[in-house]
């Protein structure tokens, strides 16, 4: 089954900067879902993206697709210490028999 | 309020001791999975079930059984628990296929098999 690779393994940032998160993938997919899950927690979904979309917004999130290079980006703008968390790509091929694959997740660190 | 709740939170138990994790969702979601999170290997799907009585191994179903007789419940069961089954447990739903749906956590089972 594919499987979505994050970059970086871990981030800090100060308050109010950017973050990019990159993820690449192995073989062609439906979508692309980015979730989110803060320490002890289970995982909250972000964002849908599917392969015949370039770009998809959410508040302060921005996520990007590239299907040419497999490639996908988290863009988190003005981020607060509440953004602290570990950040999954998960890609799904869209078959019944197949669930999402994920990856190993980029942790990140708003510093205050 | 719209959720998936797995009980118990936190589990210390010895190996051999059969155990059961419970899955509920509100949802009326028909994809139901379990996935196990450990430390460099991410999360990794053990069981899924597309509907009531249909259930089919993930990428990591030695040891495990589930079961699917009602569409809100989704139970993991550690017959003979073993130390390598030590992990941080999650269940889902989706609406829909997995592969097509945002997925629905609980909030996660912290088993430690002695």
């Known amino acids: 089954s594919q499987q979505g690779e994050e970059d970086p393994q871990a981030l800090s940032i100060q308050e109010g900067e950017n973050a990019t998160m990159n993820c690449s993938y192995k073989?062609?997919?439906?979508?692309l879902q980015w979730y989110r899950q803060n320490s002890g927690r289970g995982l909250v979904h972000l964002i849908l993206?599917?392969?015949?979309?370039r770009e998809k917004h959410s508040g302060r999130l921005r996520v990007t697709l590239d299907t040419s290079k497999k490639s996908s980006s988290l863009l988190i703008t003005a981020s607060r210490a509440a953004d602290t968390a570990s950040y999954f790509c998960?890609?799904?091929?869209?078959?019944?028999?197949?669930?999402?694959?994920f990856g190993k997740g980029t942790h990140l660190i708003i510093q205050p | 309020e719209a959720q998936v709740t797995q009980n118990p939170r936190y589990l210390i138990t010895v190996t051999g001791k059969k155990l059961t994790v419970t899955c509920s969702q509100n949802?009326?979601?028909?994809?139901m999975s379990w996935y196990r999170q450990d430390p460099g290997l991410g999360l990794r799907q053990i069981y899924y079930?597309?509907?009531?009585?249909?259930?089919d191994k993930g990428d990591v179903p030695e040891g495990y059984k589930v079961s699917r007789k009602e569409k809100r419940n989704f139970p993991l069961i550690l017959e003979s628990p073993s130390p390598n089954q030590t992990s941080l447990y999650f269940c889902?739903?989706?609406?829909?296929?997995?592969?097509?749906?945002?997925?629905?956590f609980g909030d996660g089972t912290r088993l430690s098999i002695l």
């Open positions: 073989t062609s997919i439906n979508n």
């Open positions: 949802m009326n979601h028909e994809y």
């Open positions: 993206i599917r392969s015949n979309e």
């Open positions: 998960a890609t799904g091929s869209g078959g019944g028999a197949d669930g999402l694959t």
């Open positions: 079930s597309m509907n009531v009585e249909v259930t």
């Open positions: 889902a739903s989706s609406l829909s296929p997995q592969g097509f749906q945002p997925q629905h």
